[in-house]
């Protein structure tokens, strides 16, 4: 008898585990196909949901563009000289959400912050915090969430057949 009920908690416990963990990161690219360019569209965040651990990948001609990292006072300003918390010029760059809150960021060439390639991000720490986004940008969650659900059915159901 107590080793049936410590194969349920242990059950239980898998189960717990699969159903509490959180949803993978996301992946960003910015402007979508358009890219980190000039045709970039300024309404790109609308309907996004980031979250600390999501990933912004900027892509874009290296040898046209930038991406600079700058304080809020900057960024209005499109102030590019000298200020940057951080600047990626590989054409490819990977940016982590690492913390909560918000960060700004700007094309550094030439005058292509005054003509709108500047990028507000707002981060939440986690999902539960993080402002609704419409069904289709949180499907991946759902079926993530299912899929969990499933798996820890699955480790309930065979800790009981082996009872």
Not at 91 to 96: E, I, L, M, Q, T
């Amino acid at each position: 008898m107590a080793s049936r009920q410590v194969l349920l908690l242990a059950a239980a416990t898998i189960a717990a585990a699969f159903l509490l963990a959180p949803a993978s990161a996301e992946v960003f690219t910015v402007g979508d196909a358009t890219g980190w360019t000039l045709k970039y569209p300024a309404t790109w965040t609308e309907g996004k949901t980031f979250v600390v651990g999501d990933n912004l990948m900027f892509m874009y001609p290296s040898d046209k563009h930038n991406v600079m990292e700058v304080t809020g006072a900057d960024f209005k300003a499109c102030n590019v000289t000298g200020n940057a918390l951080g600047t990626w010029n590989s054409g490819s760059d990977a940016v982590p959400l690492d913390k909560a809150g918000r960060r700004w960021f700007v094309c550094g060439v030439g005058n292509h912050c005054t003509q709108g390639m500047k990028l507000l991000v707002v981060t939440a720490n986690s999902a539960a915090q993080a402002p609704a986004a419409p069904p289709s940008s949180s499907a991946s969650f759902v079926d993530g969430a299912v899929s969990q659900a499933m798996a820890a059915a699955g480790a309930v159901a065979a800790a009981m057949l082996m009872l």
